[in-house]
Each structure stands twice: as C-alpha cells, then as structure tokens.
C-alpha cells in the first residue's frame, strides 16, 4: 500500500532559525509528492509539488521540500522561520486507482515558532 | 483562497440524523472530491465525482454517498449519523485524474455529532 509518514507530531523552532519537518514515502513506481498546511479551523493550503526534475522545490511563502529517492524522503524546509508559520502540515502522495487517483495524506506535523 | 467554497461552515446533529454538505469546485475544476479529517488526523479520502458520477471510493459504508451536479458542485450525504461522524468534512476540487495535478481545498464543514 502506498503511504507517507510524517514521524513527528510536533517540531519546535525560534522565529530567524532554520525549519525542517519531515516526511518520508512509500510508494510503487514514480512518486508524486505534496505538501500542504493547515491553519486553525481552516481547510488545506498547497505549498508545493514534487512531480520530476530537480529534487529542491520550491514553493509558497518562502517554502522548499528537498526530494531525496534513496533515502524515500520528501522533507519541508524554510531557511528562516516566522512566527506566522506556526500551522499543521500535511504531507501527501497522489496514489493512482482504476480510473481515478487521490491524495493520501500522513498523520500532520504541528509546526510552532516562538518568538 | 482557493474557490473551493464549501457549506455551511459549522453543523451540529443528533446520532441517527441525516446531514447534507455542499461544496462549489474551483472554475474549471471537474472533479470532486470529498475528505474526512477526524481529530489529529490526516484527511481520509472519501470519494471522487467526475463529469456527475462516482469514479472512486475510499472504506467508508455506504451511508456516506454524494452527487455531482452539471455545474460540478458537489453534496455529500450522510444517513444514520454515528458519533464517530464527528469530523472536519474537507472538498476538493482538481483538473480531471492525473497525477501531477494539486488539489484545491475548501475550508471545510465542521460536524459535530451528539
């Protein structure tokens, strides 16, 4: 079965320093590979994509997700954090069925950055 | 925002009810989906509407069904509503099934079953 994990409920992080919240993937052929964030009591927000070509993508609101084959990961990095960035965030890989393909989402990661 | 609008916002029901959602798609968007995200969870995907038919479906029963409408709006219906129902009830719209296509995502239906 095809899946994403996301192995942290929680990352911590000061507002300026470095972010990075993980994903890693499990899937049959070519990955297809999203990232979305989730503000309270709001529905889901694309960040960005990794369909091919380069494995560094970037993204919205100074978002980027390195896309690593070997290691099966697809984590999500900022160069600097703000404290506006503090949200859920989802990870997430288009499966394809018989006829359709959907999202299947990992368990989220609350990302909090203080001041 | 996305253009995905989906309502209402919030919706309060008793167990054994019947609740109807509604969702309006992105313009352009054909395809439909519909998401359950419980407490802490990742959205579990429900099931996918294309051109006014049911193209796909997730492990729900069949109590949990749905239309598309020509305009590609979209309900979901729920029957005999269980506690566990209690969820965020997330649309999305997308270009029809390929795979390298993002979804756009309503700001959800808050379902609070008592």
């Known amino acids: 079965a095809q899946s994403v994990a996301q192995p942290e409920d929680q990352v911590n992080v000061a507002e300026g320093n470095p972010l990075t919240v993980k994903c890693t993937y499990s899937v049959s052929g070519n990955p297809y590979l999203f990232w979305y964030v989730q503000y309270p009591n709001r529905g889901l927000q694309f960040l960005l994509k990794?369909?091919?070509?380069?494995?560094l993508v970037k993204g919205s609101y100074g978002f980027e997700a390195e896309f690593n084959k070997s290691q099966t990961s697809f984590h999500l990095k900022k160069p600097s954090a703000l404290v506006s960035d503090s949200a859920l965030y989802f990870c997430a890989v288009r499966v394809a069925n018989s006829g359709y393909s959907t999202l299947t989402f990992g368990k989220g990661t609350m990302l909090l950055v203080s001041p | 925002e996305t253009g995905v609008t989906q309502s209402p916002t919030h919706l309060i029901k008793t167990r054994g009810q019947q609740v109807t959602l509604r969702c309006s798609s992105q313009?352009?968007?054909?395809?439909v989906s519909w998401y359950q995200q419980a407490l802490g969870q990742g959205p579990q995907f429900i099931f996918q509407?294309?051109?006014?038919?049911?193209?796909g479906r997730g492990n729900f029963p069949p109590r949990f069904s749905g239309l598309q409408f020509p305009n590609y709006s979209s309900e979901l219906n729920v029957n005999a509503l269980e506690l566990d129902d209690s969820a965020l009830y997330l649309c999305a719209s997308s270009l029809p099934t390929v795979k390298n296509t993002e979804a756009f995502f309503g700001q959800g239906t808050r379902l609070t079953v008592v």
């Open positions: 990794y369909i091919t070509g380069d494995n």
């Open positions: 509407y294309y051109r006014e038919e049911e193209n």
């Open positions: 313009s352009g968007h054909n395809t």
